[in-house]
């Protein structure tokens, strides 16, 4: 079964709509029948940045997908196809009328994983979490990563980092996808040997 994380939608255009009102969203099904084939062929995983405009019902229209990556796969006419499943409230918080406005809305397409066992990774001043989803390389490494879950935003570049450096010694299928759990553990706390 795919996957989809669906991550929180922000509003952009004047004036701003800060707290979007989800009524509906495309469900994993719906996202697995949208996977763009030779995308799943090849085990990648995608992100989409949409932008469309509120309708005054609640719907969306004049989408486009502003940003694709990896490109060339699809995944932009795959979350297009999905923008009927998508309704929100047509008011704001406040009561105000969202109609008109524009939302953008970022989507990761992501195909389901085994888990390896957690990455413990020292680092000083804090600790946090981070799940990676990445495909194993020809050449024993890992590409194709996104990340799909973080405690906290700024770990998300070190969570890259940290699998970018890992060269695998197994005997791990190339192309096989694998999810990677980081736990970021404050140095300080670090046990003395």
């Known amino acids: 079964m795919l996957a989809l994380v669906l991550m929180a939608a922000a509003l952009t255009g004047e004036p701003l709509v800060t707290s979007p009102g989800w009524l509906a ?9 949208a996977y ?3 995308a799943e062929d090849e085990d990648l995983i995608g992100r989409v940045e949409l932008s469309c405009r509120i309708t005054a019902a609640g ?3 004049e989408c486009k997908a502003d940003e694709e990556d990896p490109p060339g796969y699809d ?3 795959a979350a297009l196809s999905v923008v009927p499943k998508f309704k929100l409230r047509p008011v704001d918080k ?3 009328s969202v109609a008109g406005r524009t939302v953008q809305i970022p989507i990761l397409f992501v195909l389901p994983s085994p888990t390896a066992p957690a990455i413990q990774v020292f680092v000083t001043g804090g600790a946090g979490h981070a799940e990676v989803n990445c495909r194993i390389s020809t050449h024993r ?3 194709n990563c996104q990340v799909l879950r973080t405690t906290l935003p700024a770990l998300a570049p070190l969570a890259l980092k940290v699998v970018g450096d890992i060269v695998l010694t ?3 299928p190339p192309g096989q996808r694998v999810l990677l759990p980081i736990d970021f553990i404050d140095g300080a706390a670090r046990p003395h040997e």
Do not use: N, Q
């Open 25 to 33: 969203k495309p469900t994993g099904s719906d996202m697995a029948r």
């Open 59 to 61: 719907g969306l229209d």
């Open 75 to 77: 995944f932009g006419k």
């Open 36 to 38: 763009p084939r030779r």
């Open 94 to 96: 406040d009561g105000r």
């Open 141 to 143: 490494r890992f590409d």
């Open 170 to 172: 197994g005997k791990e």
